[in-house]
């Protein structure tokens, strides 16, 4: 069996990281929890990561930060993101962001997970 | 050497008055016609001045005028003797009648002379003609002020009454005025002289009884609002009553007039409406926030309690733990919505008496979260403050947001300029000496310019550019605090980390403030 795809949550809601990491560590992926941009930005330069999902509003580095760093250093990988609202002013739905896919909170494990799974080319669970 | 009365009347020894004229006709035709005219003259004057002081009944001295009647008479009387004696020799008649002229022309002359000086301050005709004229200007004056007064007491849109203050102390009407009497349905001819209880419905009289009550008690003016059921609906009254006194200082009569505010009061609570939805606008994006996350909580743990629950891998004690989770967080969104849903209500609900601290915490709550994404920490310095003070909660929370507001975007604004900040410090203590609470939100923005300080509290006042303040937080703020007594001041401090800031101290009474106090303030 090959090493489990890393997937890295910055999300400062702990409640909803543990969640979403107990969802997805169960569909098979290897999950490590930031509670910010920075603590995530760490994560990023210590390990490989395969896809990053991230909130945008978060204390110490926001999401719109987290993202522009990553695609300084990695210009191909997969972003999520969850926000609780997308001001009108975001150029994240801009293409040079992607591949990145944006979800309005509540958001649906079971939908991240897939859109996970397409996004690295995985089977898509039923 | 006495002489009989009978020898004194015998005149049979003189010869009459014509023996000395030799008889001749010419002499004596000159004497008896000039004697007959005078005393003729003589007699007619009498009847002159008599007639004269019987129909002129308020002429002064007119026992004088008798007095000179009988002078006159005398007088004339020793004429018509005079002709007499020129044939009979009667001189001691003539001598009587002489006698009895020389008292009253002695009695006339004395009286005379005694009467000169208050006869000199009678005011003569000229006199009296011009003070004549004087009071008729006085009275055409007068005529036109109270022609005045009563057209502004008839015309004023402002309801006018006058209480009368009776002797056992009750209350009548003496007048209102149209604008009253259109106002509150009443009939003034009606109204006119009967008492207060009598006159109006009894829950108007419960209401107005005790402020005339307090306004004659305390003699002084007193004002106040008050909101009253009239025909036309609700209306909300400021009113002021001003007692008159008696020399002795009883109030006899209150004088009131009401100004129908029931629009700029609407008004009034429209722009603290508007301000309070610009506060909630800015706060809707933190809510909106705040709102997705227990929501999204909820949704991770139910997908994945499911998710086991289809692959028959859940156990009982994750479940639980699954729903404990959920039902936290629906708390945590019931919370919220009630923030949200009393803090829009249009009506802050009346005053009552509160403990600042509450409203200072739940503020820090409701934007604690939202001001720490943004890397802005609320510091609290939570003082001895169990002092209650009176007013509207919600309002005070508001006013509180809106500084807090003021401070985030001050923060926003220093950062934006390369300089550090991010620090909002918030403390409530009381101030027993003063029996007073006070409030301090300090931010490190950098502080206020110096020239415009003055200017903040200012309604429409804004530093901040186009589009971004209304410029009426601080100047609504300002009257809320003021409505409770109170009163706020913002300075430039120096704060020990050596950055720069604003420090608003809100001052708040922690006895009840009266309405008539919270008007004058106002004033």
Same mark, same amino acid.
């Given at each position: 069996?090959?090493?489990?795809?890393?997937?890295?949550?910055?999300?400062? =809601?702990?409640?909803?990281?543990?969640?979403?990491?107990?969802?997805?560590?169960?569909?098979?992926?290897?999950?490590?929890?930031?509670?910010?941009?920075?603590?995530?930005?760490?994560?990023?330069?210590?390990?490989?990561?395969?896809?990053?999902?991230?909130?945008?509003?978060?204390?110490?580095?926001?999401?719109?930060?987290?993202?522009?760093?990553?695609?300084?250093?990695?210009?191909?990988?997969?972003?999520?993101?969850?926000?609780?609202?997308?001001?009108?002013?975001?150029?994240?739905?801009?293409?040079?962001?992607?591949?990145?896919?944006?979800?309005?909170?509540?958001?649906?494990?079971?939908?991240?997970? /897939?859109?996970?799974?397409?996004?690295?080319?995985?089977?898509? =669970?039923? | 050497?006495?002489?009989?009365?009978?020898?004194?009347?015998?005149?049979?020894?003189?010869?009459?008055?014509?023996?000395?004229?030799?008889?001749?006709?010419?002499?004596?035709?000159?004497?008896?016609?000039?004697?007959?005219?005078?005393?003729?003259?003589?007699?007619?004057?009498?009847?002159?001045?008599?007639?004269?002081?019987?129909?002129?009944?308020?002429?002064?001295?007119?026992?004088?005028?008798?007095?000179?009647?009988?002078?006159?008479?005398?007088?004339?009387?020793?004429?018509?003797?005079?002709?007499?004696?020129?044939?009979?020799?009667?001189?001691?008649?003539?001598?009587?009648?002489?006698?009895?002229?020389?008292?009253?022309?002695?009695?006339?002359?004395?009286?005379?002379?005694?009467?000169?000086?208050?006869?000199?301050?009678?005011?003569?005709?000229?006199?009296?003609?011009?003070?004549?004229?004087?009071?008729?200007?006085?009275?055409?004056?007068?005529?036109?002020? =109270?022609?005045?007064?009563?057209?502004?007491?008839?015309?004023?849109?402002?309801?006018?009454?006058?209480?009368?203050?009776?002797?056992?102390?009750?209350?009548?009407?003496?007048?209102?005025?149209?604008?009253?009497?259109?106002?509150?349905?009443?009939?003034?001819?009606?109204?006119?002289?009967?008492?207060?209880?009598?006159?109006?419905?009894?829950?108007?009289?419960?209401?107005?009884?005790?402020?005339?009550?307090?306004?004659?008690?305390?003699?002084?003016?007193?004002?106040?609002?008050?909101?009253?059921?009239?025909?036309?609906?609700?209306?909300?009254?400021?009113?002021?009553?001003?007692?008159?006194?008696?020399?002795?200082?009883?109030?006899?009569?209150?004088?009131?007039?009401?100004?129908?505010?029931?629009?700029?009061?609407?008004?009034?609570?429209?722009?603290?409406?508007?301000?309070?939805?610009?506060?909630?606008?800015?706060?809707?994006?933190?809510?909106?926030?705040?709102?997705?996350?227990?929501? /999204?909580?909820?949704?991770?743990?139910?997908? /994945?309690?499911?998710?086991?629950?289809?692959?028959?891998?859940?156990?009982?004690?994750?479940?639980?733990?699954?729903?404990?989770?959920?039902?936290?967080?629906?708390?945590?969104?019931?919370?919220?919505?009630?923030?949200?849903?009393?803090?829009?209500?249009?009506?802050?609900?009346?005053?009552?008496?509160?403990?600042?601290?509450?409203?200072?915490?739940?503020?820090?709550?409701?934007?604690?979260?939202?001001?720490?994404?943004?890397?802005?920490?609320?510091?609290?310095?939570?003082?001895?403050?169990?002092?209650?003070?009176?007013?509207?909660?919600?309002?005070?929370?508001?006013?509180?947001?809106?500084?807090?507001? /003021?401070?985030?975007?001050?923060?926003?604004?220093?950062?934006?300029?390369?300089?550090?900040?991010?620090?909002?410090?918030?403390?409530?203590?009381?101030?027993?000496?003063?029996?007073?609470?006070?409030?301090?939100?300090?931010?490190?923005?950098?502080?206020?310019?110096?020239?415009?300080?003055?200017?903040?509290?200012?309604?429409?006042?804004?530093?901040?550019?186009?589009?971004?303040?209304?410029?009426?937080?601080?100047?609504?703020?300002?009257?809320?605090?003021?409505?409770?007594?109170?009163?706020?001041?913002?300075?430039?401090?120096?704060?020990?980390?050596?950055?720069?800031?604003?420090?608003?101290?809100?001052?708040?009474?922690?006895?009840?403030?009266?309405?008539?106090?919270?008007?004058?303030?106002?004033?």
């Amino acid at each position: 069996m090959p090493d489990p795809f890393h997937i890295l949550i910055a999300e400062d =809601e702990v409640l909803a990281a543990m969640a979403l990491e107990d969802f997805l560590s169960f569909k098979g992926f290897r999950v490590t929890v930031a509670a910010n941009g920075v603590e995530a930005l760490e994560r990023y330069a210590s390990e490989r990561v395969h896809a990053l999902v991230t909130d945008l509003r978060m204390p110490r580095m926001d999401g719109q930060t987290l993202i522009r760093e990553i695609r300084e250093r990695d210009a191909a990988l997969p972003v999520v993101v969850m926000t609780g609202y997308l001001t009108q002013d975001s150029d994240l739905t801009h293409e040079r962001w992607k591949p990145l896919e944006i979800f309005s909170k509540p958001v649906n494990p079971r939908t991240i997970c /897939n859109t996970l799974n397409r996004m690295l080319g995985l089977p898509q =669970e039923v | 050497m006495a002489v009989g009365l009978e020898e004194f009347l015998d005149t049979g020894g003189f010869v009459p008055h014509g023996v000395c004229l030799l008889w001749r006709p010419d002499i004596l035709m000159l004497h008896v016609a000039s004697d007959v005219l005078i005393g003729l003259s003589y007699f007619s004057i009498p009847v002159a001045l008599t007639y004269f002081v019987i129909r002129r009944r308020d002429v002064a001295f007119g026992w004088m005028a008798l007095l000179f009647a009988l002078f006159i008479i005398a007088c004339g009387t020793t004429h018509f003797l005079s002709i007499w004696t020129l044939w009979t020799p009667d001189y001691v008649l003539e001598g009587l009648v002489k006698l009895v002229t020389a008292f009253a022309s002695l009695a006339t002359a004395a009286a005379l002379w005694w009467l000169m000086p208050r006869l000199l301050a009678l005011p003569s005709p000229r006199e009296l003609e011009a003070s004549n004229r004087a009071l008729a200007l006085e009275v055409a004056t007068r005529r036109e002020m =109270e022609a005045r007064y009563s057209s502004f007491f008839n015309n004023l849109g402002e309801a006018l009454f006058i209480v009368q203050v009776l002797p056992d102390g009750d209350f009548a009407y003496e007048a209102i005025n149209p604008a009253l009497a259109r106002i509150g349905g009443l009939d003034p001819e009606q109204l006119r002289d009967r008492r207060v209880r009598d006159a109006v419905a009894p829950e108007l009289a419960d209401l107005v009884i005790p402020r005339y009550t307090a306004c004659r008690d305390s003699g002084e003016t007193i004002d106040y609002e008050e909101t009253l059921d009239m025909p036309a609906g609700q209306r909300v009254f400021h009113t002021m009553l001003v007692p008159v006194k008696d020399a002795a200082g009883r109030v006899i009569q209150i004088l009131g007039s009401g100004r129908d505010v029931t629009e700029r009061k609407r008004l009034q609570e429209e722009v603290v409406q508007t301000s309070k939805l610009a506060t909630l606008g800015t706060l809707a994006a933190g809510m909106a926030h705040e709102m997705s996350q227990p929501l /999204n909580v909820i949704r991770l743990w139910t997908e /994945n309690t499911l998710t086991r629950l289809h692959e028959n891998l859940l156990d009982p004690a994750r479940a639980e733990r699954a729903l404990k989770l959920v039902i936290e967080q629906t708390d945590r969104m019931g919370k919220l919505i009630d923030h949200v849903r009393t803090f829009g209500r249009r009506d802050g609900g009346g005053m009552r008496a509160f403990h600042p601290a509450h409203c200072v915490e739940s503020a820090v709550e409701l934007v604690r979260h939202q001001y720490a994404l943004e890397d802005i920490e609320i510091v609290e310095h939570a003082g001895l403050a169990q002092l209650p003070v009176t007013g509207r909660p919600l309002e005070l929370e508001q006013v509180i947001l809106n500084l807090f507001s /003021n401070a985030r975007d001050a923060i926003v604004a220093r950062r934006a300029s390369g300089e550090a900040a991010g620090r909002i410090m918030v403390a409530v203590s009381d101030d027993p000496d003063r029996q007073s609470v006070v409030i301090q939100v300090t931010d490190d923005g950098g502080g206020i310019d110096p020239s415009v300080l003055p200017q903040i509290f200012d309604p429409f006042f804004t530093t901040k550019e186009v589009g971004k303040g209304s410029g009426l937080g601080l100047s609504i703020g300002y009257g809320i605090i003021d409505g409770m007594g109170g009163r706020i001041e913002a300075r430039n401090v120096e704060l020990e980390s050596g950055s720069r800031g604003v420090r608003f101290t809100i001052t708040l009474p922690s006895q009840p403030v009266s309405s008539s106090d919270r008007e004058f303030s106002h004033a």
